[in-house]
């Protein structure tokens, strides 16, 4: 098993990085739990409706707006592992995220690659996957794999099933999959399930990962809520990952694209510890500002520096293991 190195402790010396204050956090935090009580998120998944109010949410059926009370989401955070086992298929490449330590993984999906032969770029393909994951295998300061593109050339109903199989056989690093329905996502945890010897063995042994994204602003739409469900009740990491941008699916300051942002992660969590409390899960970012000019995701701006540490700083004040992408 590996343990990267600590970052973010204090010490007599060397360079930090902080956000904000615990005051300026506090403020951040009150907001979010009076956007997610008041203004609430969007599903238009019964199961999901049903899971909130039994837990105690406010749900209009009609508008399938549910309204979540600032004890149920602190409840949820409370519920939330502070440390997790990404298990690969060989126990080596087991890595635990602990709270401080840095990992690094690849990120997804790339929707064109550069073919290794002609050089043109086109959409990859499912042999893409298999060769990307094996990349990542080799690559020693490479943790985890996460399915850097998709098997375009599969059914799309199918595809993200053909693309965690292309992973699994490739590295034996953990992998984070990126299932659009319960249907896949509990297909891609058999096929884990399979690769460990059973759905009991891969709860203690979680070598997958279920990665979703909220739809920004305040969105947990079915193919996302079904995903957090099925891997809550599966025992395996779920990464709930925003990626709203400033100007376009949130506030243009970058104070409130935090409050969206932190609201739909913390929904999404608060999701999955009402369907089995105590179920891992990670709090993720690939939020950035929008390019005013292009109307496109600025990836590596400065402004996506600094929101990737606010929410770094944020996930570790709720003692949450974070997921930040985009730098």
């Known amino acids: ?104 993984t690849t990120f997804g999906e790339g929707l064109k690659i550069a073919d290794l032969e002609t050089g043109e770029m086109r959409e990859p393909t499912k042999q893409d996957v298999a060769d990307t994951a094996r990349l990542a295998d080799y690559l020693e300061e490479l943790d985890t794999y996460e399915l850097a593109v998709g098997a375009h050339d599969m059914p799309t109903a199918t595809a993200s099933i053909h693309s965690y199989e292309a992973a699994l056989l490739n590295t034996s690093k953990h992998v984070c999959a990126g299932p659009l329905s319960r249907r896949e996502t509990e297909a891609i945890l058999d096929v884990a399930a399979a690769a460990v010897g059973g759905r009991e063995a891969l709860r203690r042994r979680p070598i997958v990962m279920i990665g979703v994204c909220p739809v920004s602003p305040l969105k947990l739409p079915k193919e996302c809520s079904e995903a957090i469900v099925s891997a809550a009740r599966a025992g395996v990491p779920c990464l709930v990952l925003s990626m709203a941008m400033s100007g376009g699916s949130a506030p243009v300051n970058l104070a409130g694209t935090l409050v969206v942002h932190n609201a739909e992660v913390l929904a999404g969590i608060a999701l999955a510890q009402l369907t089995s409390p105590g179920t891992p899960v990670l709090y993720g970012s690939s939020t950035t500002a929008m390019d005013l000019r292009l109307a496109a995701a600025s990836v590596g701006s400065p402004e996506c520096g600094v929101i990737s540490a606010a929410v770094a700083a944020i996930a570790r004040q709720y003692r949450l293991p974070s997921y930040v992408a985009g730098l």
């Open 1 to 104: 098993m590996k343990r990267r190195a600590h970052a973010g402790r204090t010490r007599s010396g060397g360079f930090s990085l902080n956000a904000f204050t615990d005051d300026e956090f506090r403020d951040l935090h009150l907001a979010t739990l009076e956007v997610l009580e008041q203004t609430g998120v969007f599903t238009d998944d019964p199961e999901t409706m049903d899971i909130f109010e039994s837990g105690g949410a406010t749900v209009d059926r009609a508008t399938g707006v549910v309204r979540i009370p600032p004890r149920l989401v602190e409840a949820a955070i409370d519920s939330s592992p502070e440390r997790i086992l990404a298990a690969g298929r060989s126990p080596k490449d087991d890595i635990m995220l602990d709270p401080g330590r840095v990992g690094f």
